[in-house]
């Protein structure tokens, strides 16, 4: 319980600076918001440090046990190695030595394996706080981003937790802990040379893969730009292959491809130029220190101011400090890449809900269909850009209202104000001109004064274009209620006249529909679509072109279905077909977000007016223009 109210702490914290873009985040911004995340788990944190610690102490002591093994070997002045009795000395040092290199890989491993929990913990928290505040944020949000693009985001983010843990925790800070026990051992047992020249080259190591891979990320992004336009062009032919076969464009494709396949060879080339001078400078500025280190070392041996065992002990020191170093760069480009990626998923949380809940919202309940009012409602998706003036429509409890017009209206703008995936107003608006927008209410509360969660749960929708999950036809009608038995679920496909449809398939139910419900046909979706309101049962039905592609006889028999699903429902239609909605108790007519006329599809018709040219103009085998 501590662990999770923690987490709401931290999510609170992120998501509690609004704003409408992502605004440039800097590294220790990125660092300070991820530090609470792993601090749920300060236990494993601090003993994954103290493990830590204890690795590094045995890979330092290591080089001291060989020193005193290469000491224990060193026979006496004037006497050989079998007479200086010290034959069996070296036995002990030979164990300690073994078990002190498995010391140090064991330490590692249960660091490893005692952190993990804090690692995925942190990682899965993130990942799911972002994908619930992305299903929070307004239709606005998701219609200017590119869905692809998101869950790249996360995808990335989240591995950036597992990544920086692993290249700080697991290599950096093990790192700096055992260059600094190292050049204190140097320090006290030798002269202060030794120390002063390892920690130059150390600095000048460090500088030179800093500068050089800061150079090298810009030739990369470049080669990562290119591969990624190349992949995209072949995609793109690939998934038009029907197009690119009907204009006989296959050379044409190909010839595009490679040029960009030429130009991703170049960079690529630049890459690995760039990734050989790296190593070449690496290994120069290593070799020299290492020589300059061992010769005076060397002569300090020939002196007699140091033992055999000491150069061992430095040459082993040396070793084991720089062959670290060899990965700096590929250190130093994740952990900046992975700063990178989870800043932007942090962007995310950090992204303003445009459409929330009041902190007095209640839930709404519903004991019959309520009454359904637009009181002057004002709207425009750009601020620029008015969609709806003063629309004024009442949907009388447990009648049907239907709303045509030309395309543009703002027929389906009602749908989506009744949703509540928009608030009425323009983006931008202050809070009196949002006062002064109109309302929209559902048994005489505000839409805007009671939950989200309970004003959708009270309202079903079947829409123009059906989407459907990659999953099978079960699970897609079964998501307009989870919880209905398989009973309810067959009864739902009967009434949208689907069930004969699904059992004559060879896999039945569990038939996969494909990305989109590709796999089936427009009629098809759309009926499970149907299937799928018909199972959530509400009190508020939207039908938005319910039957727009169906053919003639199942649509008269969907039709059938869909006036007894409204029957006793507050529905709002949304046509095109005026021949659907003939016998609704009022038909709306909208016209550039206004409505122009009102009433019964016989007193509209015996008017003349719109909706009787509108009427006129589909009778004869026109479309509404």
């Excluded at 006989?248 to 960079?267: F, I, Q, V």
């Excluded at 009181?375 to 850009?385: D, I, L, M, P």
Aim: proline share 3%; with cysteine.
């Amino acid at each position: 319980m501590m662990r999770e109210a923690t987490s709401r702490a931290v999510y609170a914290a992120g998501v509690g600076v609004a704003r409408g873009q992502d605004v440039p985040r800097s590294d220790a911004q990125t660092l300070r918001r991820l530090l609470p995340y792993l601090w749920t788990y300060r236990w494993r944190v601090v003993l994954a440090i103290a493990l830590m610690v204890a690795a590094k102490v045995a890979t330092v002591g290591v080089p001291l046990l060989l020193k005193a093994l290469i000491d224990a070997l060193t026979p006496l002045p004037g006497l050989s190695v079998a007479a200086s009795g010290v034959v069996l000395v070296p036995v002990g040092l030979v164990l300690a030595y073994g078990g002190l290199r498995l010391a140090s890989s064991v330490l590692a491993e249960l660091r490893e394996l005692v952190f993990m929990k804090a690692t995925e913990g942190a990682a899965r928290t993130i990942a799911l706080q972002v994908f619930e505040h992305l299903h929070a944020l307004s239709l606005r949000f998701h219609l200017e981003r590119q869905t692809g693009g998101l869950t790249r985001d996360i995808e990335r983010g989240t591995r950036a937790v597992q990544s920086l843990i692993s290249y700080s925790l697991y290599s950096v800070v093990p790192t700096l802990i055992e260059v600094a026990l190292v050049l204190t051992l140097l320090g006290t047992r030798f002269e202060a040379w030794y120390v002063w020249v390892t920690a130059a080259a150390l600095g000048l190591y460090v500088v030179f893969t800093v500068k050089i891979t800061q150079w090298r990320t810009g030739i990369r992004r470049q080669m990562n730009e290119l591969e990624s336009a190349s992949q995209t062009r072949a995609i793109d032919a690939l998934l038009n292959y029907e197009t690119v076969k009907y204009f006989d464009n296959e050379a044409w494709e190909a010839r595009r491809y490679a040029e960009s396949l030429e130009r991703l060879r170049r960079a690529r080339l630049r890459t690995q130029a760039s990734l050989s001078l790296l190593n070449a400078g690496q290994q120069l500025i290593i070799v020299v220190a290492l020589v300059a280190i061992l010769w005076r070392a060397t002569l300090a041996v020939t002196e007699g101011r140091m033992t055999l065992g000491d150069l061992v002990m430095i040459n082993a020191f040396m070793i084991q400090l720089y062959m670290p170093l060899n990965f700096l760069g590929v250190l130093y480009r994740e952990i900046r890449q992975g700063l990178t990626d989870l800043g932007r998923m942090f962007d995310l949380l950090a992204r303003e809900c445009e459409v929330r809940d009041a902190p007095n919202a209640r839930e709404l309940v519903l004991t019959r269909a309520p009454e359904v009012r637009f009181e002057g409602v004002h709207f425009g998706y750009e601020r620029e850009r008015e969609i709806l003036h003063g629309v004024d429509l009442v949907i009388p409890a447990g009648q049907t209202v239907a709303v045509v017009g030309p395309s543009g209206s703002g027929k389906s703008t009602l749908a989506r104000l009744l949703y509540r995936f928009y608030d009425v107003g323009r983006p931008g608006d202050a809070a009196a001109a949002r006062a002064a927008a109109g309302r929209i209410t559902v048994d005489g509360h505000d839409v805007r004064d009671v939950t989200q969660a309970s004003l959708r749960r009270a309202i079903g929708i079947v829409p123009q274009d059906t989407v459907l999950f990659n999953d099978t036809i079960e699970y897609n009608i079964r998501y307009g209620r989870p919880s209905a038995s398989d009973e309810e679920v067959r009864e739902a496909a009967r009434a949208a006249h689907i069930l004969d449809f699904i059992e004559r398939l060879p896999q039945g139910w569990q038939t996969v529909v494909g990305e989109r419900g590709l796999k089936l046909s427009g009629g098809e979706k759309q009926r499970v679509a149907i299937a799928r309101t018909l199972l959530k049962n509400p009190p508020i039905l939207i039908l938005d072109e319910a039957t727009s592609a169906l053919d003639s006889a199942n649509e008269r028999a969907i039709q059938a279905e869909l006036r007894r699903l409204a029957r006793d429902r507050t529905t709002l239609v949304i046509a095109h077909r005026l021949s659907t909605i003939a016998d609704a108790h009022e038909i709306v007519v909208l016209e550039h977000g206004r409505v122009v006329e009102r009433g019964r599809h016989a007193e509209l018709l015996a008017r003349g007016g719109r909706y009787a040219q509108m009427w006129a103009l589909q009778q004869s085998g026109a479309d509404t223009p």
